[in-house]
């Protein structure tokens, strides 16, 4: 007889056939690093996160390397914002100190963890776009070479991958060439290829300070309705030379997800954005869901519908947990 309750019997038995399991290896948190110094700065809107300055990162390096999680993805908050977001793409800027001071810290560590550099504008801009602006517009091609000149400054400085998230058109060809013709070509680019418009940004936006001042990220950004385009947008950072592909935000897009594992051919991440974990700390606060359970649960998701790589503000916690076998 047909009893498919069979395999459930025991967790031992459950365990055996469980087709899909997080790998703590494979994620990786979302670092805020603010321009000063003696900072650790609380996120309201995200419990547990925190903007820190370079010379506090040593503690959430070490927490890095203790979880065993693959690493971390950096943004910037510098120190002035101007028109043309000059802070990202600074020598000396905030996220080159950043990668200098981790990659000093790991080498002392005797450690490895892999350092990944958000390259955008709009933490940088008084305007808060991704982009420069003209006539109150996003000017795709303006905006190109000053995300090659961040991207390479994020390489000189020790970064182990770029990942380009303002989502301007030949973003990925341009910080290709500019990588390639410095003499860094073994540096990886990670397009946030399929990034939506979305309102589960908004506790980043409060933590980056990077919210737009006028109008939204629609003229950039995807329409959420929007699934075949998507697939464009995935092939087109795959042609441009994209090495590892990106679905942004996760919960609410893991029909993308399972799409584009279906599409590519390359590693392929998803962002476990700031509104999803904030969700889920608020209704955690309250005592209305489990959170080790509900975060389980949303992280096994993203690896079930295909994900490589998880970015995700859990990934500490959920390492802990799995540590511990909770
Ligand atoms: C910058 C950027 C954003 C996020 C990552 N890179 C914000 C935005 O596009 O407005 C969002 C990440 C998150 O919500 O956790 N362009």
């Not at 990077?210 to 950039?220: E, F, H, I, K, V």
């Amino acid at each position: 007889m047909q009893r498919l309750r069979r395999l459930r019997r025991t967790a031992a038995l459950r365990g055996a056939v469980a087709e899909t399991h997080i790998c703590k290896q494979k994620l990786i948190y979302p670092v805020f690093v603010v321009w000063g110094e003696g900072k650790k700065e609380a996120v309201e809107s995200m419990p547990g996160v925190f903007r820190y300055s370079v010379d506090r990162l040593g503690e959430v390096a070490d927490a890095v390397l203790d979880a065993g999680i693959a690493g971390v993805m950096l943004f910037g908050i510098p120190k002035e914002k101007d028109e043309t977001g000059s802070g990202a793409y600074a020598e000396d800027g905030v996220v080159p100190q950043a990668v200098r001071f981790l990659r000093a810290h790991c080498a002392r560590r005797g450690r490895e963890m892999l350092i990944v550099a958000d390259v955008c504008l709009c933490e940088y801009t008084a305007h808060g776009h991704c982009g420069v602006l003209r006539d109150g517009r996003v000017e795709n091609d303006a905006s190109l070479p000053l995300h090659a000149k961040a991207a390479l400054a994020y390489a000189k400085a020790g970064a182990d991958m770029v990942a380009p998230s303002s989502m301007m058109d030949g973003v990925v060809a341009a910080i290709r060439a500019a990588l390639d013709n410095a003499g860094y070509p073994h540096i990886p680019v990670m397009g946030y290829s399929a990034k939506f418009a979305s309102a589960f940004y908004g506790p980043f936006r409060d933590a980056a300070d990077s919210a737009p001042q006028t109008g939204d990220r629609q003229s950039y950004q995807m329409d959420f309705r929007n699934g075949r385009e998507a697939l464009r947008e995935l092939a087109a950072d795959e042609e441009e030379g994209a090495d590892i592909l990106m679905v942004k935000p996760a919960l609410a897009f893991l029909d993308i997800i399972k799409e584009a594992r279906a599409h590519t051919l390359l590693p392929l991440c998803v962002y476990n954005v700031s509104g999803e974990y904030a969700m889920v700390k608020a209704a955690a606060a309250k005592g209305w869901l489990d959170e080790r359970r509900i975060v389980k649960e949303i992280l096994t998701a993203f690896f079930r519908a295909g994900a490589d790589l998880v970015i995700t503000y859990h990934a500490l916690d959920a390492a802990a947990w799995e540590e511990k076998g909770v």
